[in-house]
């Protein structure tokens, strides 16, 4: 895997190109840099409904063409787009027309032995007794890895506040899983 530096000083060259000459190549390739991860992060957000993902990543892509002009490097590009994608499911969510159900063919996408299956089903349940906000800080800092500091300035919260969600979340889930880290050495044993 590439230093995060070094492809963060990629993505300030190819913006710098987009804003000074509207270089439409440079911001293409920004898009293929990007839209797996601005995709995976609205797909867990969307509860795995691909469409709705996809469409809300091309939406944010566009929002981020219309607005690079603001886009001042006080944050990593990534991240800057991060939160374009957070505030578009976040509007999204609020319109009529909600995403929040679960994908019907979750269980066609799993792989492996039942209780993988029955493992993936429990934590997505945890998941879902969490807090809106512990959800997110986990999807954030654990399924997706980026920083506190990223994700506090991805969901506009403050840093101490993305740090407790996070600690409580993960608690939760440690109590809630439990069954399974006790049926896990069981079959180590």
């Not at 439409?24 to 390739?29: C, H, P, T, V």
């Not at 691909?50 to 809300?56: E, G, H, R, S």
Request: hydrophobic letters at 45%; glycine letters at 6%.
């Amino acid at each position: 895997m590439a230093d995060s530096a070094a492809e963060a000083r990629i993505d300030q060259a190819l913006v710098a190109r987009v804003q000074l000459d509207g270089d439409r190549r440079a911001f293409e390739q920004l898009v293929r840099r990007h839209q797996g991860l601005v995709r995976a992060q609205l797909r867990r957000l969307l509860h795995g409904d691909d469409a709705a993902a996809d469409d809300m990543a091309q939406e944010t892509f566009m929002l981020a063409w219309r607005n690079l002009d603001q886009f001042r490097g006080e944050a990593r590009f990534s991240s800057w787009l991060y939160r374009i994608a957070y505030t578009c499911f976040l509007q999204a969510r609020r319109s009529p027309v909600r995403h929040d159900g679960v994908d019907d063919g979750v269980l066609e996408q799993l792989q492996g032995p039942i209780h993988a299956i029955d493992l993936q089903l429990d934590l997505e349940h945890a998941m879902q007794r969490l807090s809106v906000a512990e959800q997110v800080v986990l999807l954030h800092c654990v399924q997706m890895g980026v920083s506190h500091e990223e994700a506090a300035y991805v969901l506009a919260m403050p840093l101490g506040t993305v740090k407790t969600h996070a600690m409580r979340g993960k608690a939760k889930l440690k109590t809630w899983l439990a069954d399974w880290r006790d049926t896990s050495t069981e079959e180590i044993s």
